[in-house]
């Protein structure tokens, strides 16, 4: 029984000094991004050794800061348009609760009842969201600050409107910065080409960026993709869901946001690597699996990932197909379709 006691003993000793040595690194490079990196932004974010740094993970204590900075600001909101949009929400959520349908009609470009559906849905995605967590919903500490935001961009972008899997962006975004700074973050990541692509159901782009994928998919995993086609098994079963969310549903919070760090890092490329990361990794159990299977395993992925093995399946993916990068992929496969288009007007209707 000493014996034992001994071996325990001496594992948590070690577990201990391994979780201190983790706080130390942490807090060492969250001193250095807040004294080298963050006042000489403009300078020091592409180097070499903070590209290095960025894909070690950012200390959360600055990730929200460095989010801020990566995203930018392209659309100039403020603080006072965040403030005008929230309030705009609130005298429309007042106006529906009491039964008026008649008010902002000419303001929103929609119709009332399409507005309510969005404010319902609303309701109901922030009850789902992080569900694990309890702090979103009602009665939890962020709940407020969730619906606000998510309501304020309703009113920002009628156009977009409100779209299942925009709570769980807008979600990360608030455990990592203020509420007036998460609603300029996610307009701003919602307003890049891809995520506009998936949020406005663009289906013409959302293909294209299928076929892209498809393109390094066959690269890096042929006897995956193999086993995928003869199973029918195709990418937006499972991409649609990891785009929307920003891979925030289907990955443990403390992936997604090392997700998120990368991802802010290098663009719209660095989701479908994670995509093709996380193929690499279950490989050998999707090859095995059939398609109803695949699907289920892929929409919510094993709990006990990780960060090592996951970081280390991403950067064994190459992102060149035949000396071509992403984006070239990418713009090659849009022109050939804008081609098409223009050849057959017939199917534009």
């Not at 309701?123 to 009665?139: E, V």
Request: proline share 4%; aromatic share 12%; charged share 25%.
């Amino acid at each position: 029984m000493g014996r034992a006691k001994f071996k325990e003993a001496q594992r948590r000793k070690k577990q201990l000094q391994e979780r201190c040595k983790l706080e130390e690194s942490i807090g060492n490079a969250a001193l250095t991004w807040n004294n080298e990196i963050l006042p000489n932004w403009e300078t020091t974010s592409c180097s070499r050794k903070v590209r290095e740094m960025w894909w070690q993970g950012i200390p959360p204590s600055v990730r929200g800061k460095v989010w801020s900075l990566a995203i930018g600001n392209e659309l100039n909101i403020t603080h006072e348009l965040y403030d005008i949009c929230l309030s705009r929400a609130k005298d429309r959520w007042k106006s529906l609760s009491m039964g008026g349908s008649e008010m902002e009609n000419e303001d929103s470009g929609l119709p009332a009842a399409d507005r309510e559906a969005s404010l319902e849905l609303i309701k109901l995605d922030i009850s789902r969201t992080f569900p694990s967590l309890c702090i979103f919903q009602k009665g939890g500490p962020y709940h407020d600050m969730l619906h606000s935001i998510l309501g304020a961009y309703t009113c920002y972008r009628p156009d977009v409107g409100y779209v299942q899997g925009m709570s769980f962006i807008a979600a990360v975004l608030i455990l990592n910065l203020d509420t007036p700074d998460a609603f300029i973050a996610f307009s701003n990541l919602l307003n890049k080409p891809c995520q506009m692509a998936f949020f406005r159901v663009d289906h013409g782009l959302m293909l294209t960026y299928f076929a892209a994928f498809e393109v390094f998919f066959e690269e890096n995993l042929p006897r995956l993709f193999a086993h995928f086609k003869k199973n029918n098994l195709t990418p937006d079963i499972y991409l649609i869901d990891w785009i929307f969310t920003l891979y925030s549903k289907s990955l443990p919070l403390d992936l997604a946001c090392r997700v998120w760090d990368v991802f802010c890092r290098d663009g719209e490329e660095f989701l479908f690597r994670t995509a093709l990361g996380i193929l690499k990794l279950f490989e050998d159990i999707l090859t095995r699996m059939d398609f109803i299977h695949i699907a289920q395993f892929l929409t919510k992925l094993p709990e006990d990932l990780t960060s090592e093995d996951f970081f280390t399946s991403i950067a064994a993916i190459q992102m060149q197909s035949r000396n071509k990068k992403w984006a070239q992929v990418l713009s090659a496969l849009q022109k050939d379709n804008r081609e098409m288009e223009n050849r057959s007007p017939a199917l534009k209707r």
